[in-house]
């Protein structure tokens, strides 16, 4: 009888430490995806203001007599591109890999259009002296350099989420709780670097 008892008596101190490594090993992993949950929001708040500011540029582009017709083209449809996927599909998109794909592409789609803009623009002075142009070019490339701190950001703790769901044996946890891998931002090719939006060499003369 009383070796039974020592053997309950083990056996609940085992439960006990057990279920307590069980929840503080969720409540870490929780804590590990409400980090990754914040820097997506931040990555997609730092994307929405490059959407407003696309939005006039746009109107303050269109204002300039004779502008190259078909690169203000190529931005005004690349950004209603990625103004097409819904808020909802944005922030659940780093819960479905094909989804977050599909979010990078339309936003790399548009970083490629506005660069090839921001080289046109060179050839119109007339925008260098337009106080409204001036404004919103130092905000695009304030947000241009957020939003590329923001995906390394996103990167990083999205790593350490992963790197802890895998590792044993919180994957045991992480398998039982639902946990599951976030996706990555990829570099694109040719995109080492945010959009050059530089006007501070002299402008050439328009043909």
Do not use: C
């Amino acid at each position: 009888m009383k070796k039974l008892l020592i053997f309950l008596l083990i056996l609940g101190a085992l439960a006990i430490i057990v279920g307590g490594w069980f929840v503080s090993t969720r409540n870490a992993l929780v804590a590990q995806d409400e980090q990754v949950k914040s820097a997506w929001a931040q990555v997609e708040n730092v994307y929405q203001r490059r959407l407003d500011l696309i939005h006039n540029l746009v109107s303050t582009v269109k204002g300039v007599a004779d502008f190259e017709q078909t690169t203000l083209t190529q931005v005004i449809q690349a950004r209603a591109q990625a103004t097409q996927i819904s808020p909802e599909a944005v922030q659940n998109a780093i819960n479905d890999p094909q989804a977050f794909q599909k979010f990078q592409a339309a936003q790399g789609a548009l970083s490629s259009a506005l660069s090839r803009l921001m080289v046109v623009v060179e050839r119109y002075p007339e925008l260098k002296a337009n106080q409204n142009f001036l404004q919103l070019q130092s905000q695009l490339e304030g947000t241009e350099n957020r939003i590329a701190v923001e995906r390394r950001r996103f990167n990083e703790v999205a790593q350490n989420y992963n790197t802890a769901i895998r590792r044993f044996p919180a994957s045991l946890v992480a398998s039982m709780s639902g946990f599951a891998a976030r996706p990555y931002f990829a570099a694109e090719p040719g995109a080492a670097q945010a959009p050059k939006v530089d006007f501070s060499k002299p402008a050439e003369s328009r043909p």
